[in-house]
């Protein structure tokens, strides 16, 4: 199992490097932590592209906090989930801001999660398991996308500015 995550504040957790976390409900990460997923799958609605989703990481799953986070005092600790920015397995995609690739990518998601792009991914509806049947599948779709370690390309990203 993996995890689908609505990151709603890429940009600006990008561009303050606050990586290696990100917000959940208690209920969610409950659900999460009985079978702890292997990755998780970031996206975010492109700009001025309501009701459609970009593929942005695969992020490495990790049970405890990763070494060097930033703190935050803004959040409760029983809302977090970890991932490992600096695991080889971490990726930032490349390609996936074309327009083909956004409607490949919400045609896939919109049929499993209906209700998620319903409610524009509000709340609980920002986290979703995502079983084996669907990431076989998914794996195949999206294997054309290229990717990047995650912690290089944000790093590369803070020496732009």
């Known amino acids: ?9 890429y940009k600006n957790d990008i561009e303050n490097d606050m990586v290696g976390r990100f917000v959940s409900t208690s209920k969610k990460l409950e659900e999460m932590n009985q079978c702890p997923p292997d990755y998780i799958w970031a996206f975010k609605t492109p700009e001025g592209r309501k009701g459609q989703v970009q593929l942005i990481a695969r992020l490495w799953w ?9 703190p935050s005092e803004k959040i409760n600790i029983g809302s977090v ?3 490992q920015p600096s695991d080889p397995r971490s990726i930032l995609y490349n390609n996936t801001d074309s327009d083909e690739a956004i ?8 049929t499993k999660f209906p ?6 991914f509000h709340g609980e509806n920002g986290v979703h398991a ?3 049947n669907f990431l076989t599948t998914f794996y195949k779709e999206i294997a054309q996308y290229s990717g990047t370690q995650f912690r ?8 732009s500015k």
Request: avoid cysteine; hydrophobic fraction near 45%; aromatic fraction near 16%.
């Open 1 to 9: 199992m993996d995890v689908f995550y609505y990151w709603k504040d």
């Open 62 to 70: 990790a049970k405890t906090e990763p070494q060097g986070l930033k």
């Open 81 to 83: 989930m970890y991932y």
């Open 103 to 110: 409607t490949h990518v919400t045609e896939l998601l919109k």
């Open 115 to 120: 209700a998620a792009f319903r409610s524009n």
């Open 130 to 132: 995502l079983d084996s």
């Open 152 to 159: 290089s390309a944000v790093a590369r990203v803070l020496l």
